[in-house]
């Protein structure tokens, strides 16, 4: 189960398969998925919502739904994958991805800075990373941010 984790505009909670209307708006957004391989099905995006149940039982983390605590729309997702051999080594990783007409209002900040804490606090890492495309420079500047 996820630790309590919120911030001052954001709840973030645990996924379940019936996210899978609000997460699909993100997954099959061609603008917001320039970065990944590619824009996801609902049928990719269930597994995706399973992957993350699955991280939750074996990791104690993954990524969560992020809920805008004045509106309680679905902002996005954000958290923290175990990413397996980076150079040589298991890495944790913060990520996040929002729809994009939050973008540009400091959510994935929010969002990021919490999950960092979480990682250091909770689960004792080392050191936390995220593995960005080097032309997405909003993320880039994000992470440069916490």
Not at 29 to 52: C, G, Q, R
Request: aromatic share 12%.
């Amino acid at each position: 189960m996820i630790p309590t984790l919120e911030t001052g505009r954001l709840n973030f909670r645990e996924f379940t398969p019936s996210d899978v209307i609000n997460l699909q708006k993100i997954f099959s957004d061609p603008v917001a998925m320039e970065f990944y391989p590619s824009t996801k099905s609902e049928v990719e995006t269930l597994e995706w919502i399973d992957w993350n149940i699955q991280s939750y039982q074996e990791n104690g983390f993954g990524l969560w739904a992020l809920i805008d605590k004045g509106s309680g729309e679905f902002v996005g997702q954000a958290g923290l994958i175990l990413q397996q051999n980076v150079d040589g080594a298991d890495e944790t990783e913060i990520a996040y991805l929002l729809e994009r007409k939050y973008w540009g209002n400091g959510f994935a900040t929010e969002a990021a800075s919490s999950c960092r804490d979480l990682a250091f606090s909770r689960f004792d890492c080392e050191r936390v990373i995220s593995l960005i495309d080097p032309k997405n420079f909003p993320s880039i500047r994000v992470a440069g941010r916490i």
